[in-house]
């Protein structure tokens, strides 16, 4: 691995620079838009009746990443301790 001081100073993660993180947008889209598609070719067999709308998979995919960021978010807040906490 190497050390931060042999690095040259213009020299960046990959997953900092701006073309690689459009790059990885389109990706993702594209990845969730075969997923989605997928449904009109694959019939799924769904346990409940909510579970046979169209996009159902990829809109709970979605609002259960909503919900596990605000509920970091908010714990989060709650285990802050202040900057002088170690002094």
């Not at 009746?49 to 979605?62: E, H, I, R, T």
Request: glycine share 6%; hydrophobic share 55%; net charge neutral.
């Amino acid at each position: 691995m190497a050390n931060q001081k042999d690095l040259p100073p213009d020299h960046d993660h990959w997953l900092v620079r701006p073309a690689n993180i459009r790059l990885l947008w389109g990706v993702l889209i594209g990845a969730l838009a075969v997923m989605v598609l997928a449904e009109f070719v694959w019939h799924p067999h769904p346990h409940f009746a909510l579970d046979s709308a169209f996009g159902f998979g990829a809109l709970y995919g979605l609002l259960c990443g909503v919900a596990l960021i605000v509920v970091t978010k908010t714990f989060a807040v709650l285990v802050k301790r202040k900057d002088t906490y170690y002094d």
